[in-house]
Nanobody
Framework: QVQLVESGGGLVQSGGSLRLSCVAS????????MGWYRQAPGKERELVAS???????NYAESMKGRFTISRDNAKNTVYLQMNSLKPEDTAVYYC??????????????WGQGTQVTVSS
């Protein structure tokens, strides 16, 4: 079994910054693609950004230039640096990872989510 634990969420004023972290632990052979998603009240969960094991990144259009995703493979951790935050960025942010377990089987995992609230 694998656990993804997010941290770094909170309340910030418009224009501020936050850095989210997500640590993967458990029966891990290899972490493949990792990503951040978010879900605002009454809306569907949407992709924020993703990063491959080779550090190729992909961003949702509205996050380009403001958010940066990175990873530290030695620490099994993925980060999301969020700058120039706007009230519309308010949501629960979820970590996601494609994991190859020590049994060499692949599975996708979600974290429990961390709340980000941006006040105007």
């Amino acid at each position: 079994q694998v656990q993804l634990v997010e941290s770094g969420g909170g309340l910030v004023q418009s224009g501020g910054s936050l850095r989210l972290s997500c640590v993967a632990s458990g029966s891990i052979f290899r972490l493949n693609d990792m990503g951040w998603y978010r879900q605002a009240p009454g809306k569907e969960r949407e992709l924020v950004a993703s990063i491959t094991s080779g550090d190729s990144t992909n961003y949702a259009e509205s996050m380009k230039g403001r958010f940066t995703i990175s990873r530290d493979n030695a620490k099994n951790t993925v980060y999301l640096q969020m700058n120039s935050l706007k009230p519309e960025d308010t949501a629960v942010y979820y970590c996601n990872a494609d994991v190859i377990g020590r049994n060499l089987l692949g599975r996708n995992y979600w974290g429990q989510g961390t709340q980000v609230t941006v006040s105007s």
